[in-house]
């Protein structure tokens, strides 16, 4: 059973505006959750993440939303660039379990 | 650039085979992660070790099998091979290993094919 879920296999976003990547997970246990970003032929690298006491953090043009009640968390760039095409996985830990990833979104933004 | 260096890049071997596949962690980190990703999945945690000892084990296939070594470069071995181990296999690395808010710093990873 797939304790984290990102629904989007993919998402196609102009360029200057908005992506929004959606993901929801289903184990009351996790209290930390990442994005991970990852380009062809490389190994994911960490984008952002947000701890359970928070319901959103921003680091530039990326900000995570974190919904407990709903078990949902987004991330949101604005504004898109054709360089942020990639795949998107979100990950949450927590209860000392290992990182639990997403089977990940596909990101192409178009020029 | 992570920092983390895995080998082979690429690997393709036939049924029933045994293989072996490298990581060295980012300098100074002790713990060593290793992912499996097969196609339209995500990544599968296989096992993490923290400076040579097994921390946590994840759906790892008892033809798996994984160490650490003193100089804290990992090995995974995967043995029998089957058709459906054909996957990416990525390594991770970070300082403690103890902290879901440690960064997991991942390698470039190695792609085998099972034929």
């Known amino acids: 059973d797939q304790q984290v879920k990102q629904n989007s296999p993919s998402l196609s976003v102009q360029e200057g505006r908005i992506s929004i990547l959606n993901c929801d997970y289903t184990n009351s246990m996790f209290d930390y959750f990442l994005w991970y970003k990852k380009y062809p032929a490389e190994g994911p690298t960490f984008l952002i993440s947000?701890?359970?006491?928070?319901d959103k953090n921003e680091d530039g043009r990326f900000t995570v939303f974190l919904n407990k009640s709903a078990k949902h968390l987004s991330l949101h760039i604005v504004p898109s660039q054709p360089g942020d095409s990639a795949v998107y996985f979100c990950?949450?830990?927590?209860?000392?379990?290992?990182?639990?990833f997403g089977k990940g979104t596909r990101l192409s933004v178009i020029a | 650039d992570s920092g983390v260096t895995q080998t082979p890049k690429h690997l393709i071997t036939a049924t029933g085979q045994r293989v072996t596949l490298r990581c060295s962690p980012r300098s100074g980190d002790l713990s060593v992660y290793w992912y499996q990703q097969s196609l339209d999945q995500g990544l599968q945690f296989l096992i993490q070790y923290y400076n040579g000892e097994e921390r946590a084990k994840g759906n790892i296939l008892e033809r798996f099998s994984a160490q650490q070594f003193p100089d804290l470069h990992s090995e995974l071995n995967l043995s029998s091979l089957e058709l459906g181990d054909s996957a990416l296999y990525f390594c991770a690395s970070t300082p403690l290993g103890g902290l879901a808010e440690e960064t997991q710093y991942f390698g470039p990873g190695t792609r085998l094919l099972v034929l």
């Open positions: 947000i701890s359970s006491i928070k």
């Open positions: 990950a949450a830990a927590g209860g000392n379990t290992p990182l639990v």
